[in-house]
């Protein structure tokens, strides 16, 4: 039941990221990225990490995507024309891409020890509780500087907005 | 595991054949309430007092022809009424309308899974609605449908975020995300539900949290996303036949989500406002009781010809619904019922009530309102909750 729950989502997810570079308007790349984000979070629930999952649909396809359609939709972005391929394109992007999916599997067969395979479920520390209670101990200084970045940003935006008014 | 999944099974059909009854009889009731807070009749001619107008409009929606402009992007267009209908239904997968009952042996609760993560859901689940109006709004390829889906979602943003600061601080007085546990934190007197529960009364965290309910499902005062007199109909223009009932049920589900939520949040779910030992157990058959009795007094009434038989019809009805509630073997699982439908059905009034009562927002009013005035006190609210519960 797991690993079809995990073949099922797995390939959403790799099809619609293929579909985000595919699709030529940006409303479609967008649609796709909402998918990608979903099946994410569907399997970070299928390895028990429920409140990740949680907010990866709140934060990354809710709030996030959210914002990049409203932006796409207020600058009213047209589909993009396709250009023909350059020559270096033509001649290089097939063996390059197999390059790379060679070395991702060269670095997965090396770095994850060999038999052991991934339990669905087994990962205990995802509730609410726990990731709470790791953030504010274990965590805690990592936490807070983000949190001071993130009001940098916010301080930086305001600024930014201001000076377009002036 | 078979029988989990069967039981499964039997409640997911039973809720969504209730709900969906209860969402085209919501569509009547509004009617009514508002035709009677200005003074009209409402649905009148399709069965006894109009009862049998929803289903004339569900026949009437089935049977239009569905139009497909041909300048619509199509899958997006196909997709968003969807989306929108799709995740409304979601998030009622997880509000528990009683505690666990037993049925032919199995312990089962009266809802359809119990996550430990279940507000967390429902905010997930109602964010992503938000794609359902914003893309039909595109997609549509029609100016006022662009400035609808625009307005909404901005509107939505906006105020998801004082809503997500309401819904924390009860959640911080029970100290759980399980809708379930969140009930048994408020159980014995109307005291300890959260919306009056020590240390802190999480009175304006219910305001808020009503107030930007409204906002969120798109309601008066906050429907600007669908203002006739500047939009047409606003994202929905393009649609039609039961693409267009699916927006019309999405927004009657969306409502039922709130005030289901509201009432386990804050007005302490299934619960009675006082323990049964004293009497509680008796209040839905005194009010079947009465209700029954004035609809009889005033089928026998001579002035009232019309609803000679109707009205002593219902009052029959309710008097058979007053004894049933006073049965010892159904009491387990009725009252609870009773109280969440009551709670969440007073919600639904107030709903309605406000569409009745209050014009519409401008739009920038509504924005400084959110972010000037309900944000601040949203967060003043949860600071003073978190050091008060901190404290004792």
Known sequence: MDLILFLIFAIIAVVSAVNVVVQ???????????????????????????????????????????????????LNAGAETKRGRSFMVQLLGVPLLIALLGLLAFFVERLFPRGVSVRFGGFTGGTAQSVGKALFTTYLLPFEVTSLLILIAILGAIVLARKELD | ??????????????????????????????????????????????????????????????????????????????????????????????????????????????????????????????????????????????????????????????????????????????????????????????????????????????????????????????????????????????????????????????????????????????????????GSNLIPSVIFLVAGLTALYHAAHPARQMDKYTLAAFGIVFLALAGVFVLPIVQSWLLPLFWFCAKAGAILFAFMWVRGTLPRFRYDQLMSFAWKFLFPVAMLNLLVTSFLVAWF
């Not at chain 2, 009424?81 to 009266?110: D, E, H, K, N």
């Not at chain 2, 359902?132 to 709004?137: F, K, N, Q, S």
């Not at chain 2, 029609?142 to 609808?148: E, Q, V």
């Not at chain 2, 939009?231 to 005030?259: D, I, P, R, W």
């Open chain 1, 24 to 74: 030529t308007h940006p409303i479609s790349s967008a649609v796709s990225l909402i998918g990608v984000m979903g099946s994410l979070a569907v399997l970070y629930l299928l390895l028990g990490a429920e409140f990740i999952a949680a907010a990866q649909v709140i934060v990354y396809a809710g709030a996030v995507m959210v914002l990049f359609i409203f932006v796409i939709l207020l």
């Open chain 2, 1 to 278: 595991m078979d029988a989990f999944v069967v039981i499964s099974l039997i409640k997911a059909a039973v809720i969504a054949f209730v709900l969906l009854t209860a969402v085209a009889y919501l569509q009547w009731v509004e009617r009514k309430v508002i035709a009677h807070i200005q003074l009209r009749m409402g649905p009148y001619r399709v069965g006894p007092h109009g009862l049998l107008q929803p289903l004339a409009d569900v026949i009437k929606l089935i049977t239009k022809e569905d139009m497909m402009p041909s300048y619509v992007n199509k899958p997006i267009y196909l997709l968003a009424p969807f989306l929108a209908v799709s995740m409304s239904l979601l998030s009622i997968a997880v509000i528990p309308f009683g505690p666990t009952i037993s049925v032919a042996g199995y312990q089962t609760g009266m809802q359809l899974a119990d996550l430990n993560i279940g507000v967390l859901y429902i905010l997930a689940v109602s964010s992503m609605g938000v794609y359902g109006v914003a893309l039909a709004g595109w997609a549509s390829n029609n100016k006022y449908a662009l400035l609808g889906g625009l307005r909404s979602s901005a509107q939505m943003i906006s105020y998801e975020i004082p809503m997500a600061l309401a819904i924390a601080s009860p959640l911080l007085i029970s100290n759980t995300l399980s809708l379930k546990e969140l009930v048994a934190t408020q159980s014995g007197s109307v005291l300890d539900w959260n919306v009056l529960h020590r240390p802190f009364p999480q009175i304006i965290a219910f305001l808020i949290f009503l107030i930007a309910g409204f906002a969120e499902t798109n309601r008066v005062p906050f429907d600007l996303p669908e203002a006739e007199n500047e939009l047409v109909a606003g994202f929905h223009t393009e649609y039609s036949s039961m693409k267009f009932a699916s927006f019309f049920m999405a927004e009657y589900l969306n409502m039922v989500t709130v005030s289901s939520l509201a009432t386990l949040l804050f007005l302490g779910g299934w619960e009675a406002p006082w323990p049964a030992a004293k």
